[in-house]
Nanobody
């Protein structure tokens, strides 16, 4: 079992920055990769960024150059640094962990970007 707890969401003006955190606990050794997803109002959940155990990263085209995913193994935490935020980035952001055939999700944190 893996538990994920997100934090760091909030309200920010367009052009601003936020850093989301995902605290990981449980069977951390079993995790293969972690990621951030989001669900905007009226839309399906979509991938934002992922990071593998080896540190390889991948991003949605819409966030490349603005968002950065990273992990601090000493703190068992994964981050999503979001810069140059746009109103269309408004969504609930979810932390995700893949462990073999199992997929775990956090409860989500709301990010609202005002114009």
């Amino acid at each position: 079992q893996v538990q994920l707890v997100e934090s760091g969401g909030g309200l920010v003006q367009a052009g601003g920055s936020l850093r989301l955190s995902c605290a990981v606990s449980g069977s951390i050794f079993s995790i293969n990769s972690m990621g951030w997803y989001r669900r905007a109002p009226g839309k399906q959940r979509e991938l934002v960024a992922i990071i593998s155990n080896g540190g390889n990263t991948n991003y949605a085209d819409s966030v490349k150059g603005r968002f950065t995913i990273s992990r601090d193994n000493a703190k068992d935490t994964v981050y999503l640094q979001m810069n140059s935020l746009k109103p269309e980035n408004t969504a609930v952001y979810y932390c995700n962990a893949v462990s073999g055939i199992y997929i775990y999700w956090g409860q989500g944190t709301q990010v609202t970007v005002s114009s």
